[in-house]
């Protein structure tokens, strides 16, 4: 299917990895949603990459505001690029940082050049190539930050998923590096278990941001995976978990340790895709 136009300027194109929309935020002039088959990938305000409207972009956003003094810039390796929000947020308050963005799906990143163009700079580079192509082929400590924020569809792909593939960001990372991950799942959170499990095993000092809800194991959401070497600042994420429009919990040290309890370490032999959203979850009536 070619490109075409929908009504009030939505663009409609089929890419690699399904039919992408581009569809215009009617609430707020210069904001577009992407979404694929259906799934929202990313929200951008093209005027203002401070405004991050999804919450769990919000929560990474927050962790890279805590990561370093404010302003400071830092070397980061982004797993999925979507619309760039993340990217165009580290860009605008640390300006200087030298970014790399690995997105899989050539066709949806010539889509976003060419319908959200983000600012030249170049020291934000993308790439079409597989995520965890990227990372074994990235040189030892040579990143501050490793964001994973991948799915095919509304699922993470499996080989990004196993205790080989994060032993290799654990690799990559710098000693006080920190790995952010998106974790999408719902009840009885299987997936997100495994996944706080496996990563602790590289990078032991975590902690996991999340609606109540969701945490709780009551609803599918997205839950976001903040793992190191050194402790997470868990005050400060609790503060601004708690003060956010969609107030959030932070689950750590002993609490996280019953959360990942009983959960094996997933490797490649036995990775699966993470768990997919239920029927009609991102369904619009349209």
């Known amino acids: ?48 990459p401070t405004h991050l409207e999804f919450e769990y972009v919000r929560r990474l956003a ?57 600012p030249s700079d170049p020291r934000l580079r993308v790439r079409v190539a597989d ?12 990143y ?19 205790v080989e593939y994060a032993a290799e960001v654990a690799r990559v990372l710098r000693p006080a590096g920190w790995y952010l991950a998106n974790l999408a799942d719902g009840p009885p959170l299987r997936h997100a278990r495994a996944q706080v499990a496996t990563v602790r095993s590289v990078l032991p000092h975590a902690a996991l941001v999340g609606d109540a809800a969701v945490l709780r194991g009551r609803r599918y959401g997205n839950l976001v995976l903040m793992a190191g070497r050194t402790e997470p600042p868990v005050p400060e994420l609790t503060r ?3 003060g956010d429009w969609f107030p959030g919990r932070v689950v750590a040290g002993d609490d996280l340790d019953r959360f990942a309890g009983g959960s094996a370490i997933v490797h490649d032999a036995d990775a699966r895709d993470s768990t997919p959203p239920p029927p009609g979850l991102f369904s619009t009536g349209r």
Not at 131 to 142: I, P
């Open 240 to 242: 601004r978990a708690a």
């Open 131 to 142: 995520a965890r192509e990227v990372v074994a082929g990235s040189r030892d400590a040579s």
């Open 62 to 118: 927050t962790a890279f505001d805590l990561i370093a003094p404010a302003g400071a810039p830092l070397r980061v390796l982004h797993l999925g690029g979507g619309a760039l929000t993340l990217p165009r947020y580290v860009a605008a308050t640390r300006p200087g940082s030298t970014q790399r963005v690995a997105e899989v799906d050539g066709a949806l990143v010539d889509l976003v050049r060419r319908a959200l163009p983000w």
């Open 1 to 48: 299917m070619g490109r075409r136009r929908g009504g009030a300027d939505r663009v409609v194109e089929q890419v690699a990895t399904g039919r992408a929309e581009l569809v215009p935020d009617l609430d707020r002039a210069g904001s577009w949603t992407l979404l694929v088959d259906g799934a929202p990938q990313s929200h951008v305000d093209l005027t203002d």
């Open 144 to 162: 501050d930050v490793v964001v994973a924020d991948v799915f095919a569809g509304a699922r993470t792909p499996a080989h990004l998923t196993s």
